[in-house]
């Protein structure tokens, strides 16, 4: 749903789209429209957006903004991720209001996913 002044897209360099494309794939289900050799999009993740072709990636040591995903399972998340070909750069850790991890999915963008449920 777009609303006046709030965020509404977001996109992400990536050096390796297919390697991007397919890691969201498997660790989360997600698809994807093609539009050209250089960019893919995806919708109805909570946010919609997309992946460019570019050599940089972002990442918390450089300074980047850190998206992060939420997860009624935090245990089962971080095993798809790594399935998937993620590389985990937290482990699972505690924080005022749950339990959160950090990745890096292949193409060297690093994200992160939380969960309020304590167990």
């Known amino acids: 749903m777009k609303q006046h002044e709030k965020i509404n897209y977001v996109e992400f360099a990536s050096v390796g789209l297919s390697a991007s494309k397919r890691f969201f794939t498997e660790a989360f289900g997600w698809t ?25 990636a972002a990442s918390t040591a450089s300074g980047s903004h850190l998206i992060i995903f939420y997860s009624r399972a935090l245990e089962e998340t971080q ?32 994200f992160g996913v939380w969960s309020d449920l304590v167990l």
Request: glycine share 16%; no cysteine.
């Open 79 to 110: 095993l798809r991720v790594i399935a998937a070909g993620g590389h985990i750069t937290k482990d699972i850790f505690a924080f005022p209001g749950g339990r959160r991890f950090q990745f890096i999915e292949p193409a060297g963008n690093e």
């Open 32 to 56: 994807f429209e093609d539009y050209g050799p250089d960019y893919t999009a995806f919708s109805n993740e909570g946010l919609d957006g997309g992946f460019y072709k570019a050599d940089p």
